[in-house]
């Protein structure tokens, strides 16, 4: 083979999504030289696909929002599982990351006022995110783009050369996370388009790899979504936290089967859309839980009230939290009262002229005129949960956004954890890829000033490369789609909305077999842009997050937020006090819990106690009070 | 009702910079899907090794843009049930770019062109948060902003779709609506930027054809709210001093 071609950066950011982008900006301006490298082209990141807003407590819209009600809002969202310390980071910054998009050249909707309009969302007490029609993340990516675009032609007018200082590598994958000494020395992969392997030496990398949705059947995420972020950090030693939370958005299409999964924004129901059943009846009155039952209407004409009047008024049940609605959609339809391909009804058209719909939710217009030949302003779509996000991730610390136990090491985005607790608010994820990946990218250059280079051995490099090899050295192994979609039944079927611990249990199984199944699945064909061979290695990420997940909702014997068991179907607040934590011991991966860090005196007085009470022990509370 | 299979016949082009043709199979096709749809059950039970560029599947990433039947189009946006029963679906990589395997090609001339259009150049007295802007005001450079850069439109536009030599000197109408969105932002301080899309960019170049905005995916009128508006504008800045004067006037005094 050719001479092994080698790169030498200060930082690489392994993703092009809003959180990778974010950092690369950060560690830029900090005078840093940063590669971004992303699997697809520049631009295409599954950010794009975003679709109601970003959530920032601007006060455009309400001037009684403040980031202390923002990261109430979240706590709650979240059941209070979220690292407190991130919550509170996310709600204080949202605010400036999101004003800071506009002197870069994004162009939001405005108010009357010619401030950023801001709508309401499921879980956030006030009109909070920020948008473009429901193209938000387009918006998002768009302006960072440029913003980058902006920084290279800075480059190009000072170093003669646009891309001294950022460089983009798009179309590669990264397989591994390099070390020397216990610390990042670099990153190691190939290019998608001629196989090529490529080696990366930097003392510090950050992740921002996005989410895991590939490895569920019906999903909203793009086919980037297999984990790859997750699994390197565990491969290089790293932890995850709360793998077992997995966010199943309420509506995603159900028909027709070829674009089941995809996401019908939460908007629809901000909007003014409610959600029926066969039988026409507005059935999330008959859902609404005990802890939000001040919050939320229980009957319909408050609920219709609220939309003109938020403040004598509870609001809709349809805007409960995604979790909530998600477990209500799959009881209507277990129970026989579900559409005819297995949903509910989501209608706006009752409820909206038809000219409103088309403004307020244009690409939602779109998407079903012309993927399912329905007219939304005539007829109500057909809804049904479908994987969206990962709660769980990259331990980090809240601060840096370092990974715990990797020095060198940052996340940043979908594949950081804790910031969400056990389920997120709409709007909250592009908020945080804006103020954590900034973070990371600061945490990397202050981690660089401190520590310096860290060559890479050829031993590792050897290492590496052997294990990018193996699919194309296997011998009569088995094509690797069908393994694919074997996984992604197991995890529908085993691990999804609703779990039990036997099948949990079976599911762990199922994931050993196919792990030593892949163990042997063969690329055909030549290096050269081989989807395959994409495939093939891709595959081992998302057994490993797999197993993961599986392995920490076998072990979280409750239901809250995204995970919920049918045999511990209630909330409880022991289990509160403790994070999953998985860690990869070369074989097969081990879960352990640890303690979360408790609220300090300040966060905790932001609450009612009579609210703490529905989620803390009694002891937590009187150590907290009289710990002040 | 359930999702009714058939077979379908596609004809496929193969193959890399140096060389390649067109390959016929049959595959199956189930009620409601896309042209991607049948592609990846191509790649997943006959050809694994089959290269085609998608992340989406939902027309908002611009990443699977080929031609269909000879038509710049998004491979998931793409319904089967539009093509007659029986009949051979050709697809071919976007014509305009270098292919480098399959249906996959060398789109770089776009990330070229983007970098040569200065930046939005915001108001240096304004701080974060201070911005004011009517959405009136906006909505012009929104319609530009919506576009998802699938580049249909460059692969399209006759000035540079057989003739390499033209691209060194246009940057084609993806640009034309970036330089117009830039220049209808009511806080973008950046002047003359009609004229050097008319001077640099080769703006020029382009005969009104409409192309473009025929095969727009997000129905962005590049032509009709971009191209057009500009070269009026251009025009008059360049050749009619006394009515660009006239308009300076008439704003001093509050009339426009
Ligand atoms: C349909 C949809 C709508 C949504 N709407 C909203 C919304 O309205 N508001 C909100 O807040 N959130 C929303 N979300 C969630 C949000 O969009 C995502 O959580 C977020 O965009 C993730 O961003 P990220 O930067 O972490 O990663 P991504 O945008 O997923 O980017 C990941 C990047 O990493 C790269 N990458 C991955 N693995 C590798 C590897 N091995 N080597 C090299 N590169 C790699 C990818 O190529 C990509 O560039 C939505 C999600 C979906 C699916
Ligand atoms: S209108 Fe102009 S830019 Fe558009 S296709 Fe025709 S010549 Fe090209
Ligand atoms: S303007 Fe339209 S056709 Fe051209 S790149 Fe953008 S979305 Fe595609
Ligand atoms: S795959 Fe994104 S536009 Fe077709």
């Given at each position: 083979m050719s001479e092994l071609e080698r790169h030498s950066y200060d930082v690489v950011v392994i993703g092009a999504g809003g959180a990778g982008l974010r950092a690369a900006v950060e560690a830029r301006e900090a005078g840093l030289r940063v590669a971004i490298i992303c699997k697809?082209?520049?631009?295409?990141?599954?950010?794009?696909?975003?679709?109601g807003g970003v959530a920032a407590s601007m006060g455009n819209v309400n001037s009684s929002d403040n980031w202390q009600v923002h990261f109430r809002d979240t706590m709650r969202g979240g059941k209070f599982l979220n690292h407190w310390r991130m919550a509170e980071l996310h709600a204080k910054e949202a605010p400036d990351r999101v004003w800071e998009l506009e002197t870069w050249g994004a162009l939001f909707d405005r108010t009357k006022e010619g401030k950023i309009s801001q709508r309401n969302f499921g879980g956030h007490e006030y009109p909070r995110l920020a948008h473009v029609g429901d193209r938000t993340g387009l918006e998002l990516i768009r302006t960072m783009q440029q913003k980058i675009v902006a920084l290279q032609q800075e480059d190009a007018r000072n170093h003669g050369d646009a891309e001294s200082h950022i460089k983009v590598f798009a179309e590669l994958t990264i397989t591994e996370i390099l070390k020397e000494g216990g610390k990042v020395s670099g990153a190691y992969g190939y290019w998608r388009e001629t196989g090529n392997e490529v080696l990366f030496e930097a003392p510090a990398v950050v992740l921002a790899t996005g989410g895991i949705g590939k490895t569920f059947k019906v999903t909203s995420n793009s086919w980037e979504g297999t984990g790859d972020g997750h699994a390197l950090a565990l491969k290089a030693g790293g932890h995850l936290v709360d793998m077992e939370f997995v966010q199943f958005h309420p509506t995603g299409m159900v028909w027709p089967p070829s674009v089941r999964g995809l996401l019908v924004t939460e908007s629809v129901r901000g909007d003014g859309g409610v959600l029926t059943n066969s039988e026409g009846k507005r059935f999330m009155f008959d859902y609404i839980p005990e802890v939000f039952k001040d919050k939320y209407a229980d009957n319909e004409a408050e609920a219709d009230r609220w939309y003109g009047d938020q403040t004598n008024n509870r609001r809709p049940?349809?805007?409960?939290p995604r979790d909530e609605v998600a477990r209500a959609i799959n009881s209507e339809v277990k129970a026989g009262?579900?559409?005819?391909?297995?949903g509910v009804f989501l209608d706006v058209s009752k409820r909206l002229p038809a000219d409103v719909i088309k403004k307020k939710l244009p690409s939602m217009w779109h998407q079903f005129k012309e993927l399912a030949d329905v007219d939304i302003t005539e007829t109500a779509m057909e809804v049904g949960p479908t994987c969206h996000y990962v709660m769980g991730g990259i331990e980090v610390e809240p601060d840096t956004a370092a990974a715990v136990g990797v020095p060198g090491l940052f996340a940043a985005g979908e594949v950081a954890g804790g910031m969400h607790g056990s389920n997120r608010l709409g709007g909250n994820s592009l908020s945080d890829l804006l103020v954590f990946g900034r973070r990371a990218g600061a945490g990397a250059a202050a981690y660089i000033k401190a520590s310096g280079k860290n060559p890479v051995s050829e031993a590792s490099v050897r290492g590496a490369s052997e294990r990018l090899n193996a699919p194309f050295t296997r011998v009569g192994g088995e094509n690797p789609y069908t393994i694919h979609q074997e996984l992604q039944q197991t995890s529908n079927d085993l691990v999804g909305i609703i779990r039990t611990g036997k099948e949990l249990e079976e599911a762990i199984v199922k994931l050993a077999q196919l792990r030593s199944r892949v163990s042997t699945a063969k690329a055909e064909g030549g290096r050269a842009f081989n989807p395959g061979f994409h495939l093939a290695i891709d595959l081992d990420n998302m057994l490993l997050v797999s197993e993961c997940i599986a392995r920490s909702a076998l072990q979280r014997e409750e239901s809250r937020g995204g995970h919920t068991r049918d045999d511990f179907p209630a909330m409880n607040p022991e289990w509160r006090q403790v994070n999953s934590i998985s860690a990869w011991n070369g074989k097969s991966v081990d879960v352990i819990q640890q303690k979360l860090p408790s609220l300090p005196k300040e966060l905790f007085d932001l609450f009612e106690l009579d609210e703490l009470k529905k989620y803390l022990t009694p002891a937590e509370i009187t150590s907290v009070k009289g710990g002040a | 009702m359930s999702a009714a299979e058939k077979m379908v016949k596609l004809r496929i082009w193969r193959g890399d910079a140096k060389d390649g043709a067109l390959q016929d199979v049959e595959v199956e096709a189930n009620e409601g899907e896309v042209v991607l749809d049948v592609i990846h059950r191509v790649q997943a039970t006959q050809m694994s090794d089959l290269a085609v560029r998608w992340n989406c599947?939902?027309?908002?990433?611009?990443?699977?843009?080929m031609e269909i039947n000879g038509k710049p189009r998004l491979a998931c946006m793409t319904?089967?049930?539009?093509?007659?029963?029986g009949e051979t679906i050709t697809v071919t990589p976007l014509r305009a770019f270098p292919v480098i395997r399959d249906l996959v090609t060398d789109v770089s001339f776009n990330y070229k062109k983007a970098m040569e259009i200065p930046a939005f150049a915001g108001p240096t007295d304004l701080k974060p948060g201070e911005y004011r802007m009517q959405q009136v005001d906006v909505e012009r450079s929104q319609e530009f902003r919506?576009?998802?850069?699938?580049f249909l439109c460059q692969d399209t536009c006759h000035v540079i779709r057989d003739h390499e030599e033209n691209k060194k000197s246009f940057a084609g109408p993806r640009f034309f609506i970036r330089i117009a969105e830039l220049d209808m932002h009511p806080l973008d301080t950046l002047r003359n930027r009609k004229k050097t899309a008319q001077e640099e960019h080769g703006l020029g170049m382009c005969n009104i054809t409409k192309c473009c905005t025929e095969v727009c995916p997000e129905h962005i009128r590049i032509t009709d709210n971009a191209i057009i508006p500009m070269k009026e504008r251009v025009v008059d800045e360049k050749y009619d001093p006394i009515r660009w004067l006239g308009s300076k006037i008439r704003k001093r005094e509050g009339i426009n």
């Open positions: 697809s082209l520049f631009g295409k990141a599954h950010t794009v696909m975003a679709e049940p349809e805007l409960l009262r579900g559409s005819p391909h297995g | 599947k939902a027309g908002k990433c611009g990443s699977c843009s319904r089967m049930n539009m093509f007659e029963e919506k576009c998802i850069e699938c």
